[in-house]
């Protein structure tokens, strides 16, 4: 079989919460290679797409193809959810509350190769912890430390580095960098960058934070109450939205010389 | 402007793990009365701490030296009745404000229970006031809000009862640590809006603390910047962006990424910031700063007051107008 096209798509995507439809009638499709953002405000559906990519939720109706291969029923039996580890990783927001506060870093990236790199033998994962902490920017001692000892941007780093260790073709980057600080956040993303230049990894990026969006991908999605209101490239979209919810959302961010006002009818 | 708010050369130790550590260190701070001034910085810079000395909310066993004065009264030395009504000329807004109502109590219970024992209002008019309170920030129909519970409320709505709330003592001075930080983008811009139509109605002076420049630009006339538990640089808002004094804040600009324009890589400051306590002898800063030489190393760096704005920096005069272009890639 060739090489899809897309790494990872999803066809009519939806989500039921008993009543609540969180997610409706999603469409999208990532080249291999790609980049691309879910953006939306709290409720909007982004979070339970990516959780349903990565299996933590059974979407309601749709299908989910990652590297050629259906996702959208739950895996059946340890090889097929190795490979879909294999395939999709996913990094959370909360670096701090992600990670086994009982292992140290070099065995919370040994574990994942166990399980991903079996060939391995034990001197051969060592070399390969060592590459992905340099890959990260981790330093030998805090590759022996524990979570607890490590700031919020060294855990995020650590969390990257257990993704990239299954060596996936697509990580999906859950608000990954918005609960760090600015001068952190900077070296986190380009961090990003630099992996994804390095080994050709795609990401789907959920953020609400639209420069985070600008500066990690190149296509973008805007969710509101479950559905898709406006797709394209991240800069045309950022630069010039064309639904109003878009444009609120664009209009709302400060930069230098923003003003905040009130909206008519608001809430 | 006469000084509302004076904080003098103030030094806050905190006990952690058992040990004195340093927080903050030699801030000095001036609120004019009806002035917005924003507090910006990172986590672990001091900004929260300073604030919370400000309303005296300081963990018990914290040691603070230095002055802050109200009005020319002595903050530092307030007690009981006289601290209490401080605190209701002096009011505080919370990031996280389902962590600051209780539960099981009404929205009216809540909004008027300082009204109720402390001013001794009776119910009626304190929830009339309330309700007066709440339309003004945007909630109409407030004789409802008032019996409902924190749960049946966004966050958005949450927060609006929380700045009605602080509002309810007509205090002169609001001190807003990150009060839209947990909401939404659009939320935040509506939040951010009613905070400073209310100000100006009221002459209302204001402490913004955020992490965000842009945002505290957007409401505040002048803005400090906070670093390892001292202030580093003060400056009209409008100027921080493209003509900051400090290599600090050149450098808060340029990390962040653009929303309008596309950059392979950001031009990231390295390592991490640290707290006051952590801080080496020099210039706090010189560790990560590209300009530090062997002075920033050796000794701390008073405060430089340049073009009616302040940098404590050794090199503040010379980097002056190339700091904002040597961050730029």
């Not at chain 2, 009745?81 to 109590?105: C, I, M, S, W």
């Not at chain 2, 006339?221 to 493209?242: C, F, K, N, P, W």
């Not at chain 2, 990231?268 to 030489?293: M, N, Q």
């Amino acid at each position: 079989m060739s090489e899809p096209l897309a790494i990872l798509g999803v066809v009519g995507l939806r989500k039921e919460f008993g009543p609540l439809v969180a997610v409706d009638d999603v469409d999208f499709a990532i080249p291999v290679g790609g980049s691309l953002a879910i953006v939306g405000e709290s409720g909007s559906g982004k979070t339970t797409v990516a959780r349903m990519i990565v299996g933590l939720e059974r979407p309601t109706a749709g299908a989910i193809i990652a590297c050629g291969r259906d996702r959208s029923t739950p895996a059946r039996g340890a090889a097929e959810r190795r490979r879909r580890g294999g395939e999709v990783q996913i990094v959370f927001q909360d670096p701090y509350s992600s990670l086994d506060p009982r292992q140290a870093v070099t065995a919370a990236i040994d574990e994942v190769l166990r399980l991903h790199a079996a060939d391995l033998d034990a001197d051969a994962r060592r070399a390969r912890v060592g590459e992905l902490g340099g890959l990260v920017g981790l330093d030998e001692r805090q590759m022996r430390a524990r979570p607890g000892a490590l700031s919020g941007g060294q855990r995020q780093r650590v969390a990257i580095a257990r993704a990239l260790a299954a060596t996936p073709r697509v990580i999906v980057l859950d608000e990954s960098v918005a609960a760090l600080d600015v001068s952190i956040q900077a070296q986190v993303l380009n961090l990003l960058a630099d992996v994804r230049v390095a080994t050709g990894v795609s990401f789907l990026l959920i953020s609400h934070d639209l420069a985070v969006v600008r500066q990690l991908t190149e296509q973008v999605i805007v969710m509101q109450r479950g559905r898709i209101v406006e797709r394209g490239a991240t800069a045309a979209v950022l630069d010039d939205p064309q639904e109003p919810y878009t444009q609120l959302l664009r209009a709302s961010v400060p930069t230098a010389g923003w003003k905040p006002r009130r909206r008519a009818g608001a809430r | 402007m006469t000084a509302l708010l004076e904080i003098e050369q103030l030094g806050v130790d905190l006990a952690v793990e058992g040990a004195q550590r340093t927080v903050l260190r030699d801030v000095s701070l001036t609120i004019g009365a009806g002035e917005a001034v924003g507090l910006v910085g990172e986590s672990g810079s001091g900004k929260s701490m300073t604030a919370r000395a400000v309303d005296r909310l300081l963990p018990a066993r914290a040691t603070v030296r230095g002055a802050i004065r109200f009005d020319g009264r002595d903050v530092l030395a307030l007690r009981g009745a006289a601290l209490r009504d401080y605190r209701g000329e002096v009011a505080f807004v919370f990031q996280d404000a389902r962590a600051h109502t209780n539960p099981v109590r009404t929205i009216g219970d809540f909004m008027t229970e300082t009204l109720r024992t402390q001013r001794k209002l009776r119910r009626p008019e304190a929830r009339r006031r309330a309700v007066a309170l709440l339309a003004e920030v945007g909630i109409e129909d407030g004789e409802r809000r008032l019996g409902q519970h924190p749960h049946e409320l966004s966050g958005g709505m949450l927060q609006r009862v929380m700045i009605a709330t602080a509002l309810l003592t007509e205090p002169r001075l609001l001190l807003a640590d990150e009060p839209t930080t947990a909401l939404d983008v659009t939320t935040q811009a509506e939040v951010m809006a009613i905070l400073d139509d209310l100000r100006r109605d009221r002459e209302l002076a204001l402490l913004f603390i955020t992490h965000d420049l842009e945002l505290a630009g957007a409401v505040c006339d002048r803005t400090a910047v906070m670093y390892a538990g001292q202030i580093v640089e003060q400056r009209a808002s409008h100027l921080l962006h493209d003509d900051p004094l400090h290599p600090y804040t050149a450098g808060l600009v340029a990390a962040r990424p653009s929303i309008s324009s596309t950059s392979p890589r950001l031009a990231a400051i390295p390592g991490r910031p640290l707290s006051a306590f952590e801080a080496p002898e020099g210039c706090a800063f010189a560790p990560r700063c590209g300009h530090a030489d062997e002075v920033c190393v050796a000794t701390r760096p008073d405060v430089a007051t340049i073009d009616e704005g302040a940098a404590r920096c050794h090199h503040a005069v010379a980097l002056r107008g190339r700091l904002a272009e040597a961050f730029r890639v």
